[in-house]
């Protein structure tokens, strides 16, 4: 099971999920692969004709379209667009939790894959005792970065802005 936020450069320019799917297919090819796709309630670019031509090449990925869940407020009243994406990604977890029982109960959940944004839905695995995993596709040096985060946190009092 991978999960990732629906938009354009994420699913088609750079198809990062897809590509993990194939890797996992061809290293497990028992397996398939479900992914869980958001749909915003706002346009996220063309990316239907995409997704519904992945299933075709690759018979063992599919995807699974969360059900469009309204923002709380006017998403021109949010300050940015990453607001508004992490905003959809959390109120979205009641809908993975549904998707990811309604799938359980016919087929074994081995792992939940997420990308970075996705975090909120570590919790939802956590209920269901699914393993989950982050897939992050930036370089080494940003992933150590943010192993580096907790310890510069813990070592100093000053805010990080605030340091050199």
Known sequence: ???????????????CMVELGKLILKHHPSLSITILTITAPFDTGATGSYISAVPAAVLSINFRHLPTTPLPQDPSSY???????????????????????AISSTSAVVALVIDFFCTPALAVAEQLNIPAYYFFTSSGT???????????????????????
């Open 1 to 15: 099971m991978l999960y990732c936020i629906h938009h354009q450069g994420w699913v088609t320019s750079s198809p």
């Open 79 to 101: 300050p940015s667009f990453e607001t508004i994406t992490f905003e959809l990604i959390t109120i979205n977890n009641p809908n993975v939790h549904q998707a990811l029982r």
């Open 142 to 164: 940003g992933l150590a970065l943010f192993f580096y985060f907790p310890i510069l946190h813990r070592n100093n009092t000053r805010s990080l802005k605030d340091m050199n």
